[in-house]
């Protein structure tokens, strides 16, 4: 079968869920037997998320081939398991870049070089997605909102490539239908001027996805359908969900997969089971028993650590319970008032990212959750925290520290890595993406996954364990079980006398998936669960 390409676009306002829908669209191809990927294009001039203030933007997720990128990549990786890459997540800083390092080599030669068709031309090349392998459909998510001066060339490409591609082509358009309380009223006017928008840029949408709290009846679908000129059966309703991964469930039952197929003209065949997906949806609703787990980390913006919390939610519903997930602000956590910020917590989470910031409290929370036998998660900083804990009031070095927050310490427990040192460039330099990792057997982390000796896992970080202090730590109690083969450098600790304390230099987040949960997610929230 020639490869497909589904665009989707949104209109109205921002944050409308063109992830999830895009996902979703991946996840009932899958179950149709289609061999799938999705990609991420983003309108801002930036070449990767990885400088990006958490705040404005959310995590910045990390492919296995070490590429940071938007946060919409965990959903697509969660809902159909495929490995996305660095093609996966583009930027108008990468495709301009691209273009001028181009233009200085001297390859256009001489040609003036223009947004058409030079900047559009690359757009279109990274939006078919060359791939050495055969893939059926290729999903594109177009970040922003229609209107946007930034999308307008990402807009201009889809339209040459629906022409040029005909019915291979299916463009898919999120819209916004608020609801009017003192008129109690939904008004599809909103919509119909984003498609108006779409169309004067000259894209016709096949298929429509509204995005509205209440349901919309028939009547109302037809409204829309007759003034943008789609079809009624290509108007499709995403109301808001118990979760997230109900939503494929919703669009397969409305015919948005069927709806795709009939305009690229693929037969429809029987509807799939979906027996794996129904089967996670039954356990979800079935797990009403509540693990409450502290996240201490200093962004206080819930897409900050999307993919932890996602993580934490599908190992509490494979454990056959709810995870509540209470943020706790470090800035905030003092020796004085840690008990109480933690009181209840079945578990702690200590968050990763960088800087100086909200440090001392992922300390005391590392160490009231050593000394309380609470199981601990440190995930990153939050596994130097935890090195950084044991330093100072075990091995009895009040000044350790990591070298990234203090640079004159005297026990620099943590430091930064040998390649690192010579780096002065911010954007894309930390060491990213796959790296293997060994495993202590006997150990926790060895029987979490499974009895499995070396595993593999995701890395974003500059600064690692300092083994010049390893065999002080070890004799100590805390155990270095994990350790990457090729540079010896230290993966994960643990103290196995406690009932589960635990740091990851790596983020296992990245790697949990709606049908395959993480193990260690798992094996922490079944040690908060046998605690209650």
Same mark, same amino acid.
């Given at each position: ?18 992830? /999830? ?82 233009? +200085? +080599? ?18 279109? +090349? ?55 309380? $003192?008129?109690?009223?939904? %008004? ?5 001027? *984003? ?30 359908? *007759? ?16 979760? /997230?991964?109900?939503?494929?469930? *919703? ?35 079935? $797990? ?40 706790? #602000? ?6 004085? #008032?840690?008990?109480?910020?933690? *009181? ?46 044991? $330093? ?105 006398? %406690?009932?589960?304390? /635990? ?30």
């Amino acid at each position: 079968m020639q490869t497909k390409y589904i665009f989707v676009t949104g209109g109205v306002v921002s944050s409308l869920g063109k992830g /999830i829908i895009s996902a979703s669209i991946g996840k009932l191809l899958q179950a149709r037997g289609y061999k799938v990927t999705i990609q991420k294009f983003d309108p801002y001039i930036n070449i990767d998320p990885g400088t990006l203030n958490p705040y404005e933007h959310g995590e910045c997720y990390v492919t296995e081939d070490g590429f940071e990128t938007d946060l919409d990549l965990g959903h697509y990786e969660r809902f159909t398991g495929i490995h996305t890459t660095r093609n996966n997540s583009i930027t108008t800083g990468r495709i301009y870049k691209t273009v001028i390092d181009r233009e +200085r +080599r001297g390859d256009y030669l001489g040609k003036t070089i223009q947004v058409v068709p030079h900047i559009t031309d690359e757009i279109k +090349r990274r939006m078919l997605h060359e791939s050495e392998e055969r893939l059926d459909f290729v999903i594109t998510e177009v970040g922003g909102t229609i209107g946007d001066i930034e999308s307008a060339p990402f807009m201009e490409a889809i339209r040459q490539l629906r022409w040029q591609l005909g019915r291979d082509a299916v463009c898919v358009h999120l819209t916004y239908v608020p609801y009017l309380k $003192a008129a109690d009223e939904l %008004k599809t006017k909103p919509t119909q001027h *984003s498609v108006k928008e779409l169309q004067s840029m000259g894209i016709q949408p096949d298929i429509l996805v509204l995005r509205t709290e209440r349901h919309l009846d028939d009547a109302m679908r037809m409204k829309v359908a *007759s003034f943008c000129n789609v079809d009624l059966e290509c108007v499709v309703q995403s109301e808001d969900m118990p979760s /997230i991964y109900e939503v494929p469930v *919703s669009m397969q039952r409305q015919g948005l997969d069927a709806a795709i197929m009939r305009k690229i003209g693929i037969p429809v065949g029987e509807t799939p089971a979906m027996t794996a997906w129904h089967a996670f949806l039954e356990k979800q609703r079935n $797990a009403t028993r509540e693990v409450h787990v502290g996240l201490v980390g200093k962004y206080d913006l819930q897409d900050a650590y999307k993919s932890i919390r996602e993580s934490l939610n599908l190992a509490g519903i494979y454990n056959d319970v709810k995870t509540k997930i209470h943020f706790i #602000n470090s800035e905030e956590l003092t020796a004085e #008032n840690v008990a109480d910020k933690l *009181s209840g917590m079945a578990g702690v989470l200590i968050c990763p990212g960088f800087g100086q910031r909200g440090i001392e409290g992922k300390i005391i929370a590392a160490e009231y959750g050593r000394t309380n036998d609470i199981p601990t998660f440190g995930i990153c900083l939050g596994m130097q925290m935890m090195v950084i804990e044991f $330093a100072r009031n075990v091995l009895g070095y009040k000044d350790a520290n990591s070298s990234e927050m203090s640079a004159d310490t005297m026990h620099p427990v943590i430091d930064l890595m040998e390649e690192q040192k010579a780096i002065t460039q911010m954007g894309g330099t930390m060491r990213l993406g796959a790296y293997d990792c060994e495993l202590i057997n006997g150990s926790r982390v060895f029987e979490a996954y499974g009895g499995t000796s070396l595993i593999r896992e995701r890395h974003r970080h500059r600064y690692e364990f300092n083994n010049l202090y390893r065999e002080e730590y070890e004799t100590a109690g805390m155990k270095c079980v994990g350790v990457n083969p090729a540079a010896d450098l230290v993966e994960i600790v643990e103290i196995p006398e %406690k009932r589960w304390y /635990i740091g990851t230099q790596f983020h296992p987040e990245y790697s949990s998936t709606v049908l395959h949960p993480h193990p260690l997610f798992m094996s922490f929230i079944k040690a908060c669960n046998t605690t209650l």
